[in-house]
């Protein structure tokens, strides 16, 4: 996370808003922004070198980067270039975006490369400055998003015993609608205005396709991966707003106490929120080694997805 702490009474003293309005409509508390100088590829580099000490291997056995990301250093090149070029190593690296999904999306472009037998160690990396794209004139926006990036290491592993079918990622799935793209998006970009834009929600209509396609995504994956919900050990959804993780919790009649939410901790951070949400429910304890974990996200396009993950590392006798 970047170090700029901000409250919602912080954010009260330059915004026409309250705590109690945030908490009640979305459950945030804290959210960070990040300082001057300060980009998307610093958070990204960060968050990885933890990924990479955590899953205690090699950082030169990396082959490949994703970034998801909507809000890169530059237009272009990739962000993940950056963060190859900072790690120091050579690797394939390029960004996805599917804004609030994108981690969910990375998973999914790992997988299938992954399975293609080219790669067998990928960094994916949800890294977002979300704050750049708001309109403090906007109070009904600029309240929900934080910055903050999160990382993962996926590993291939291969073995004569089929120890290894039930882990990792058993399924994913990914849906995109740009029937909804003006629900949710910037009013900029590079070949319409030449600009970054601020974001424009229509929250009340998204909030019910949140519900909806975070419930219906993750049904889906769970069928796929043949397995039903009390199967699982652990959900993380995206991070938005504690209301639709508890909307979707309860049409999913998943146990509220299986449900990860951190939203009140960092806002919504987009691509980075599943993965900042799982790295905290590790280092709490919560999620552990061989648990099976639910991802579920939507974003802007409308794009969203659902993933099903065993995650760690089997024990080999
Ligand atoms: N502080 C104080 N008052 C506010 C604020 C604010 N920050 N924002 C809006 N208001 C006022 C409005 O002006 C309005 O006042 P009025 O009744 O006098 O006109 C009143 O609060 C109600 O506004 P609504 O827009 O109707 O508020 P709603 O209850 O729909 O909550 C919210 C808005 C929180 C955005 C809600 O629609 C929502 O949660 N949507 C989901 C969107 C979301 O989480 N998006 C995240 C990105 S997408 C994703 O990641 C899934």
Redesign the pocket.
């Known amino acids: 996370m970047p170090i700029n702490k901000c409250s919602n009474e912080s954010l009260s003293e330059f915004?026409?808003?309250?705590d109690e309005?945030?908490s009640k409509?979305?459950g945030i508390k804290n959210r960070y922004f990040v300082s001057d100088g300060e980009t998307t590829s610093d958070m990204a580099y960060n968050a990885s070198c933890i990924a990479i000490k955590n899953a205690n291997i090699n950082k030169n056995d990396i082959d490949l980067i994703i970034v998801a990301t909507t809000t890169p250093d530059h237009t272009f090149p990739s962000t993940a270039t950056l963060v190859q070029k900072k790690l120091g190593i050579n690797a394939v690296s390029f960004d996805v975006q599917a804004v609030?999904a994108g981690f969910i999306f990375a998973l999914s472009v790992a997988k299938s490369m992954m399975s293609e037998k080219l790669y067998n160690n990928c960094l994916i990396i949800g890294a977002d400055s979300m704050s750049k794209l708001l309109d403090w004139n906007d109070?009904?926006?600029s309240?929900?998003f934080g910055d903050g990036a999160g990382a993962i290491v996926l590993q291939k592993f291969e073995c004569n015993k089929n120890i290894y079918d039930d882990w990792g990622i058993l399924s994913n799935v990914i849906h995109s609608d740009g029937n909804f793209y003006d629900l949710?998006k910037t009013n900029g970009g590079v070949s319409s205005n030449q600009s970054t834009g601020f974001i424009e929600?229509t929250?009340?209509e998204?909030?019910k396709h949140?519900v909806d396609k975070l419930s219906s995504s993750f049904e889906e994956v769970l069928t796929f991966s043949k397995k039903n919900i009390d199967e699982i050990d652990w959900l993380i959804p995206?991070q938005?707003?504690q209301?639709?993780i508890l909307a979707v919790a309860e049409k999913m009649k998943i146990d509220i106490n299986k449900v990860i939410s951190t939203v009140k901790d960092h806002g919504?951070t987009?691509a980075a929120s599943i993965p900042l949400a799982l790295h905290k429910a590790i280092r709490t304890n919560k999620v552990k080694n061989g648990n099976l974990i639910g991802f579920n996200a939507?974003?802007?396009g409308l794009s969203w997805g659902a993933s099903i993950v065993r995650i760690g590392k089997p024990q080999l006798l």
Do not use: E, P, Q, Y
């Not at 915004?15 to 309250?18: G, L, N, Q």
């Open positions: 915004v026409d808003t309250s309005w945030i409509r979305s609030c109070r009904s926006t309240v929900l949710l929600m929250g009340k998204v909030f949140a995206h938005a707003n209301r639709i919504n987009s939507i974003g802007g």
